[in-house]
């Protein structure tokens, strides 16, 4: 009966790709390219998942993520391009293969750091808090990162050193590096870093269900984490960089990128305490007049209080001579004398000035 089963092949190592470019209609289409625009929008799905959640508006992240991928894409390239230039520029180069981004070549740390300065511009323009975008945006880049990865996949690129485990990367002869022909598999650190990333990922949501993580403090929290991972898986490729001190150039940017994170972690969270508030004003989509009220409205009057109106209107309205009563009758010829008198004195006293004694000023 068990001689009826057919047998599984399972292979010792994962296979190459057989391609990695398919033609439409005349139109290369890359898998390369698939990758990163796959990376992209999931990415962006994830953070407005979570920018929503906040209370923020769809459309201003839209906005900011406008100027935020365009300029991550040309980061990416140049961080590439300037940190590997001997392959475009020099004797034998064709420095207009720096612009051949389907080729491959994308650094991240070129993505983030331009891509924050877009969203940054963006994000002053309209009047919302930077550091909340980037921790919503914190685990949408590391969940990207985990597409853009098998864009190398299919390149035959960035593998690691020779192995013959079973999870061993086959790589085409075409595509093995000088030095490196006799060995057919290869560690695939495109897939350790895309699991890597999804652990990343997984962190910076469940430790922010835990605590709070504002102020930036989810981004750091990313930058820290894929830093570690970073700096192991790319001690282990054998892909021609640059070197210092001994060690591959973004090995050493790992090392400083996660030491600066963790301080800044830290800082984040003795000064900043709390999570910045993204429900009104215009990261929720209200201009500032709406969320804090028409400017051009009245104050609100004051309770009046109705009895001390009516008494300043009596006093207000109140004839002087009505406090003196009215004569009834004709004066006499005393009274006359005495009222003529007192109106000559009356006029011959300046009230001006002050009494001056009889006997002269005095000093």
Known sequence: MSSLIPAVIVPAFIPSPSQGVWHLLGLPIR??????????FIGYWLTRRRWVARG???TVLSDVMFWAIPFGLVGARIYHVATDAELYFGEGRHPIDALKIWHGGLGIW?????????????CRRAKVPFLAF???????????????????????ELFGKPTTRPWGLEIDPAHRPEGFTDFATFHPTFLYEAIWNLGVMALVILVGRRITLGYGRAFFLY??????????????????????LGLRLNVW????????????????????????????????????EEAAGTTDAEPEAA?????????????????????????????TSTEAAEAAESTEAAKDTDTTKPAVPSDGARD
């Open 31 to 40: 898998a390369y390219a698939l990758c990163i625009l796959a990376g992209i």
């Open 134 to 156: 980037l921790d919503a945006v914190a685990p949408g880049i590391a969940l990207a990162q985990v597409f853009g990865r098998f864009g190398n996949y299919f390149n035959q």
């Open 223 to 244: 930058v820290a984490a894929y830093c570690a991972g970073r700096a192991w898986i790319e001690n282990m490729r054998i892909d021609t960089v640059n070197h210092f």
């Open 303 to 331: 309770p009046v209080d109705a009895d001390a109106v009516a008494e300043s209107v009596v006093v207000e309205n109140a004839d002087p001579a009505s406090e003196v009563p009215a004569p009834t009758g004709e004066l």
């Open 56 to 58: 923020g508006s769809p």
């Open 110 to 122: 070129g993505a983030v750091g331009f891509g924050a300065l877009g969203a940054y511009l963006a």
């Open 253 to 288: 940017t790992s090392i400083i990128l996660f030491v600066l994170a963790v301080v800044a972690l830290i800082i984040s969270f003795r000064t900043k305490p709390g999570q910045q508030d993204i429900s009104t004003g215009p990261a929720a989509g209200v201009p500032d």
